[in-house]
C-alpha cells in the first residue's frame, strides 16, 4: 500500500561551494549548492546554524527576508550579507512554462 504519491526523485551532479568570510560584526560560513532544480535557485544552507533557503537575486536585494531567515541581528549585517550574495547568487533563469 502507498501512503504517500512521489512527486520527483531526481539525481543531479552538482556544482557546491562552501565559503567562510568574516565582516566588522561576525562570521559566516555557507554552503552554496548550484542546480537545476528549484527554477534554477541555488540553496543556501548557513553551516552554523542548518537554516537554509533557496535564493535568487530579488531575494537578496530584501534585507528583512535575509534578516529573518538567517537570524540576523541587525539591519547593517543583513546589508553585508545582501552585499555577499550578490556576487554569488546568479540570475535565475525563466522556465518556459512560467513565463508570462
Known sequence: ????EKLYDDYENVKVR????????????????????FFGKPLVICMQTGRSTLLDPKDVENHDY???????????????LAEFFSDVIPPTPLHPEYEY
Open 66 to 80: 535575509l534578516q529573518r531567515i538567517f537570524r540576523i541581528e541587525t539591519k547593517e549585517q543583513a546589508a553585508d
Open 18 to 37: 562552501f565559503v567562510g568570510f568574516t565582516t566588522k560584526d561576525r562570521r559566516y560560513d555557507f554552503g552554496i549548492v548550484y542546480t537545476n532544480m
Open 1 to 4: 500500500m502507498n501512503l504517500f
